[in-house]
């Protein structure tokens, strides 16, 4: 049986990793921090048996503490947070699942936050063509209620070889199309935190549902899929 709550422990561990974020500290404390490590692993764990009953899941991931500094003004070694994502398995289904614990900024996010350059642009084409679709998912009350307004970086005018006039430029030059429902640490040390999770998880799926369609797809309707 897995664990299907975060215990207050864990934050309690955080916040005092971000007061002592130095080696000399963590190392200290390392064996605590695996104990709280393997809870939150735990944790995700049941969320991705929940998961599973609803959609195909490739992979789970959790993420390391240790930051990469090379390219970083902070130096601090260590994150701040427990984070992990969840990857939909094969190549007709499209989009991803992100999980962030960590006290005051906790949150879930899902969508596209990278796509690569092909997928963008075919994501562009198909709003530039017809965006009702994109649209209507989007704006349908029951997907607000959860995941409020899509996300995301966008160009500032318009990509190369898109219209800046046309009337849905507003989708067209974004760069990231994701989502993102914040919680409170009340919220996420509560014990029915998973069942949020796994409710907002499933309230993604009429997105995921376009978008995987788009991305297997020309602009003809017809499979890409080799």
């Known amino acids: 049986m897995t664990d299907s709550k975060i215990s207050k422990k864990v934050f309690d561990f955080l916040e005092e990793l971000s007061k002592n974020n130095h080696k000399d500290w963590f190392e200290k404390n390392k064996t605590t921090f695996k104990v709280h490590e393997t809870e939150v692993k735990s944790f995700l764990s049941n969320v991705k048996e929940r998961l599973e009953q609803h959609d195909d899941i490739e992979k789970m991931k959790l993420f390391r503490i240790y930051r990469d500094v090379r390219f970083s003004k902070d130096k601090t070694p260590y994150k701040t947070h427990f984070a992990g994502s969840f990857s939909r398995l094969g190549a007709h289904l499209r989009g991803g699942y992100y999980i962030h614990l ?85 919220e996420v040390l509560s014990p029915n935190f998973i069942e949020e999770v796994d409710k907002s998880y499933r309230a993604i799926r009429p997105y995921f549902d376009l978008m995987s369609d788009i991305l297997t797809t020309n602009l003809n309707g017809e499979s890409t899929l080799k």
Not at 144 to 161: C, E, N, R, S, Y
Request: aromatic share 12%; charged share 30%; net charge neutral.
């Open 102 to 186: 960590q006290p005051g900024n906790s949150l879930l996010a899902t969508g596209f936050w990278a796509p690569n350059k092909d997928d963008l642009f075919r994501i562009r084409k198909e709003l530039e063509m017809d965006a009702s679709d994109f649209r209507k998912v989007i704006s349908d009350p029951d997907f607000t209620k959860i995941w409020g307004q899509l996300q995301g970086d966008a160009v500032k005018t318009a990509p190369k070889g898109f219209d800046k006039y046309h009337p849905d430029i507003d989708l067209i030059k974004n760069k990231q199309y994701v989502f993102v429902r914040n919680f409170t640490d009340q």
